[in-house]
């Protein structure tokens, strides 16, 4: 058992991967021993992921205020504090804050074998982020 006293850093994800502010906070890094990753992830309002996927899949669980996130191919769709979205291996999606409003979740994978934890894809583009009131 290893217990951890010291507060976690934090960083503003890279324009390669976000639009927008997004800090993250890494609550436990895959490595030797665990393949294991969990982040708390900070959405200021407009900021979104890329479209990604995740090789083994991804569990995301709001845990403050309201956001959107989206499947290729599906709607765009609210979430809010208390959510609880599974996403399956491979399937690409994104997920960021309302257009207004901030968003706060735990992201939770495994990475592959190989220690592929996403691959990348391109940028939500404006015209495909909802720019209205979150219903």
């Known amino acids: ?3 951890h006293r010291d507060p976690p850093a934090t960083c503003t994800a890279s324009p390669e991967w976000a639009t927008g502010t997004v800090r993250v906070t890494s609550v436990a890094a895959a ?5 294991l990753r969990i982040d708390d992830v900070r959405f200021e309002p407009g900021s979104r992921t890329h ?3 995740h090789p083994g899949g991804q569990v995301l669980h709001v845990t ?4 959107l996130m989206q499947r290729r191919g599906g709607p765009v769709e609210v979430v809010r504090a208390g959510d ?4 399956a291996p491979g399937e690409w ?8 409003t901030s968003m706060t979740h735990l992201a939770v ?7 592929t934890e996403a691959e ?10 909802p720019s209205g009131p979150l219903a």
């Open 93 to 100: 999606h994104w997920h960021g804050a309302g257009p207004t």
């Open 51 to 53: 479209w990604h996927r």
């Open 84 to 87: 609880r979205v599974v996403i």
């Open 120 to 129: 990348r894809g391109e940028p939500v583009t404006d015209a495909c982020y």
């Open 109 to 115: 994978l495994t990475a592959a074998a190989d220690g």
């Open 64 to 67: 403050e205020g309201t956001g």
């Open 31 to 35: 490595g030797d021993t665990s393949r």
């Open 1 to 3: 058992m290893l217990i």
